[in-house]
């Protein structure tokens, strides 16, 4: 691997992390950093919703406000850089608790994502949330799979 290499898939590693951060601190505005401006973001396996950067940012404020929280835990991405593109696979596994009786449900899911590196460095320009698994999710709450 080369310097660059290495630097690009730290920075993507830490633009990864980031957007874990901004949503479980809810801090819809940070995602303006991880994303790009006209980033296409596609949760629809996931909770039903597919949109851009407002649109889901204004989604998020709404509808997360039945979780009392949750921890975004990303691990063994699989990243493949193409000059100032990138694609990559991400494991994520979700831990959340609901509102106001504490129960707490669990998702594994994979974020494919594209990335593009720009003036302020690399950014996710398209996200899908692929479901992998679920568990002691209350019926309803979620899309089926």
């Known amino acids: 691997m080369t ?8 920075e993507i590693q ?6 874990c951060y901004a949503i479980d601190t809810r801090d819809w505005d940070a995602l303006d950093e991880v994303f790009t401006p006209d980033a296409v973001i596609d949760y629809t396996e996931m909770v039903g919703v597919k949109g851009t950067l407002p649109e889901i940012k204004a989604f998020l404020a709404q509808s997360m406000q039945v979780l009392r929280t949750t921890q975004h835990i ?11 593109h990138a694609y990559g696979k991400t494991i994520c ?15 594994g ?4 994502d594209e ?21 002691n999710v209350p019926p309803g709450l979620l899309p089926e799979s």
């Open 74 to 84: 990303i691990s063994t991405t699989k990243l493949k850089i193409e000059g100032d």
């Open 109 to 112: 899911l994979w974020y494919r």
């Open 3 to 10: 310097l660059e290499e290495i630097s690009d898939r730290l």
């Open 115 to 135: 990335f593009v590196r720009t003036p302020k460095g690399w950014r996710i320009s398209s996200r899908y949330e692929e479901n992998c698994w679920r568990y």
């Open 14 to 19: 830490e633009l990864m992390v980031e957007y």
């Open 93 to 107: 596994t979700n831990p959340m608790v609901l509102q106001p009786d504490g129960h707490v449900m669990v998702v």
